[in-house]
């Protein structure tokens, strides 16, 4: 079954920086649109940031520039690099994989890393 795996998740200071890993498994990673959401305290889910199996990079207006998504298919996982830290990413940080399956595309999700940004 598919399985996406996060960590990397924790707690830094403004400013500081963490790189966060989803691990896949049970489909085929390097064809799979990847992608980062994530969900503040009280808030819905956002969008963040998007890579697709050729490798185009998307990003949310409020993290370019200091947020880079990457993927290693050779290790089925995806990275997202986070820098120049605000307390306003603190959030719950999920993975997502889109995966095409004939006509039908199916979305699948980590269980979330914490990541908190607070003086």
């Known amino acids: 079954q598919v399985q996406l795996v996060e960590s990397g998740g924790g707690s830094v200071q403004p400013g500081g920086s963490l790189r966060l890993s989803c691990v896949a498994s049970?489909?085929?990673?390097?064809?799979?649109?990847m992608s980062w959401v994530r969900q503040a305290p009280g808030k819905g889910l956002e969008w963040v940031s998007t890579?697709?199996?050729?490798?185009?990079?998307y990003y949310i207006g409020s993290v370019k520039g200091r947020f880079t998504i990457s993927r290693d298919n050779a290790k089925n996982t995806v990275y997202l690099q986070m820098n120049s830290l605000k307390s306003e990413d603190t959030a719950v940080y999920y993975c997502?994989?889109?995966?095409?399956?004939?006509?039908?595309?199916?979305?699948?999700w980590g269980q979330g890393t914490q990541v908190t940004v607070s003086s």
């Open positions: 890579i697709d199996s050729g490798g185009s990079t």
């Open positions: 049970g489909f085929t990673f390097s064809t799979a649109q």
């Open positions: 997502r994989s889109s995966v095409v399956q004939g006509t039908h595309v199916y979305y699948y």
